[in-house]
Antibody, heavy 122, light 108 residues
């Protein structure tokens, strides 16, 4: 079945970096975007960015530009999100989600990973 | 930037109809998508293209979009529908995904 399997929980100190992986299965990895969305405890969904695994094109929410990198390895159908200069406010659950749309009138996320908890604490 | 506004909470008795709104400037010109998120779980797409349902989503879930408001309607509400619901659009001017702030649906 179509699924996205994410890497395990991480605990990092402030100023460190974290890299979360998202392995796709059950579909052609390069046919759909991969999005990253995070959610702090008790808060709403916050979209971080997207990547087209076929072209390598990426886009970010402004607040994450310069601090977040999204990459992929198509040979193993895996996308990665790396965030640097971590601070306590980055403590959250990070989700990857499969994206589909025309980049004009519509775009939605139909398959989600289970999430990766990232805790930033000294 | 484009903003989506949702009520923080909606309450409904079992068997009744719940309506969750999502406000945005001329939102009818955009396709609106809705996600359900239960505690401790990942979001699930329940409505896409304003009113289409993915396979496996009950017919009790429906959507509409007109003017400045999109609406997710849940008919014959069940206890299992209690969750947070988020609306989402694509902002083509910035190639960004936009989420509403979310609405907590409480089944009384």
């Amino acid at each position: 079945q179509v699924q996205l399997v994410q890497s395990g929980a991480e605990v990092k100190k402030p100023g460190a970096s974290v890299k979360v992986s998202c392995k796709a299965s059950g579909y052609t990895f390069t046919s759909y975007d991969v999005n990253w969305v995070r959610q702090a405890t008790g808060q709403g969904l916050e979209w971080m960015g997207w990547m087209n695994p076929n072209t390598g094109n990426i886009g970010f929410a402004q607040k994450f530009q310069g601090r977040v990198t999204i990459t992929r390895n198509t040979s193993i159908s895996t996308a990665y999100m790396e965030m640097s200069s971590l601070r306590s406010e980055d403590t959250a659950v990070y989700y990857c989600a499969r994206g589909f749309g025309d980049y004009d009138n519509y775009y939605y996320m139909d398959v989600w990973g289970k999430g990766t908890t990232v805790t930033v604490s000294s | 930037s484009y903003v989506l506004t949702q009520p923080p909470s909606v309450s409904v008795a079992p068997g009744k109809t719940a309506r969750i709104t999502c406000g945005g400037n001329n939102i009818a010109s955009k396709s609106v998508h809705w996600y359900q998120q239960k505690p401790g779980q990942a979001p699930v797409l329940v409505i896409y293209y304003d009113s289409d349902r993915p396979s496996g989503i009950p017919e009790r879930f429906s959507g509409s979009n007109s003017g400045n408001t999109a609406t997710l309607t849940i008919s014959r509400v069940e206890a299992g529908d209690e969750a947070d619901y988020y609306c989402q659009v694509w902002d083509s001017s910035r190639d960004h995904v936009i989420f509403g702030g979310g609405t907590k649906l409480t089944v009384l």
